[in-house]
């Protein structure tokens, strides 16, 4: 009997065992610069962070977005 699940652990404080996690955090300091406090945003601003977020092309992805492979897992599974 095979294990189906391997565990990975990030070390605190080294984030090139973190690439794509970083690389998100400086795509989300674009719009929302580090420092700023975020109580001065809306649930409604937040949301247009996350879709811009989910549908941003990555060369990690094929270029493809999160959302477009997110749906398409689930219309695989329906």
Same mark, same amino acid.
Request: charged content about 25%; aromatic content about 10%.
């Given at each position: 009997?095979?294990?189906?699940?391997? #565990?990975?652990?990030?070390? +605190?404080?080294?984030?090139?065992?973190?690439?794509?996690?970083?690389?998100?955090?400086?795509?989300?300091?674009?719009?929302? +610069?580090? %420092?700023?406090?975020?109580?001065?945003?809306?649930?409604?601003?937040?949301?247009?962070?996350?879709?811009?977020?989910?549908?941003? +092309?990555?060369?990690?992805? %094929? &270029?493809?977005?999160?959302?477009? #492979? &997110?749906?398409?897992?689930?219309?695989?599974?329906?």
């Amino acid at each position: 009997n095979s294990k189906r699940t391997k #565990l990975y652990y990030c070390h +605190p404080y080294c984030s090139c065992e973190r690439g794509t996690n970083e690389r998100i955090n400086r795509e989300i300091r674009r719009l929302v +610069p580090k %420092g700023t406090n975020l109580a001065q945003y809306t649930n409604a601003d937040v949301k247009k962070i996350e879709n811009w977020v989910n549908n941003y +092309p990555r060369k990690i992805l %094929g &270029f493809a977005t999160s959302q477009e #492979l &997110f749906d398409k897992q689930l219309l695989a599974i329906a």
